[in-house]
Antibody, heavy 114, light 112 residues
Framework: EVHLVESGGGLVQPGGSLRLSCVASGFTFSSYWVNWVRQAPGKGLEWVALIKEDGSEKYYVDSVKGRFTISRDNAKNSLYLQMNSLRAEDTAVYYC???????WGQGTLVTVSS | DIVMTQTPLSLSVTPGQPASISCKSSQSLLFSDGKTYLHWFLQKSGQPPQLLIYEVSSRFSGVPDRFSGSGSGTDFTLKISRVEAEDVGFYYCMQSRQPPWTFGQGTKVEIK
């Protein structure tokens, strides 16, 4: 069974940094691209970033370009999102999701507030 | 970026009756490989989204056959043939034709 478990969320001040992690199990992690998708409180879904199987290609939504970095460690079955220069509008539940979003984790909440 | 527009944004349905949600994209979602990358998700309260339909009309594993998807190019529809109480939640269309992948605004479905 596919499992994705996010961690690393929490409260951070504006301008601060946070690193999210997602550990995968139940499938061959290195064979799939993986994504981060977020949802602000009471709002809809926003795709954030995508990384291909070997990490050779990465894509981002414009609002996080230059601030967020997606990466992966296939030996550890892990996906990461390094978030710098955080803003209040980055407050959201962050989900990792496999492939074309067939499988999702439960999410981790990031709150950016002073 | 490809803009996804869903209608209606809210739907109240009597159990056993059909429901339909429209999704329009600002560009064709047909890719050079012949596939059309339009998908539908349902998010129930307090849960992560779940994939219902991928590539316009293919039901994901375990999805009941009362859910169906149709459309082509830029116009797509999700239909529920007979709504059940467990179908309440927010429905989202999403394109993965090109990054950035984009979602529709979401349609809230509730039971009368």
């Amino acid at each position: 069974e596919v499992h994705l478990v996010e961690s690393g969320g929490g409260l951070v001040q504006p301008g601060g940094s946070l690193r999210l992690s997602c550990v995968a199990s139940g499938f061959t992690f290195s064979s799939y691209w993986v994504n981060w998708v977020r949802q602000a409180p009471g709002k809809g879904l926003e795709w954030v970033a995508l990384i291909k199987e070997d990490g050779s290609e990465k894509y981002y939504v414009d609002s996080v370009k230059g601030r967020f970095t997606i990466s992966r460690d296939n030996a550890k079955n892990s996906l990461y999102l390094q978030m710098n220069s955080l803003r209040a509008e980055d407050t959201a539940v962050y989900y990792c999701a496999r492939g074309r979003l067939q499988h999702w984790g439960q999410g981790t909440l990031v709150t950016v507030s002073s | 970026d490809i803009v996804m527009t869903q209608t209606p944004l809210s739907l109240s349905v009597t159990p056993g009756q059909p429901a339909s949600i429209s999704c329009k994209s600002s560009q064709s979602l047909l890719f050079s490989d012949g596939k059309t990358y339009l998908h539908w998700f349902l998010q129930k309260s307090g849960q992560p989204p779940q994939l219902l339909i991928y590539e316009v009309s293919s039901r994901f594993s375990g999805v009941p056959d009362r859910f169906s998807g149709s459309g082509s190019g830029t116009d797509f529809t999700l239909k529920i043939s007979r709504v059940e109480a467990e179908d309440v939640g927010f429905y989202y269309c999403m394109q993965s034709r090109q990054p950035p992948w984009t979602f529709g605004q979401g349609t809230k479905v509730e039971i009368k």
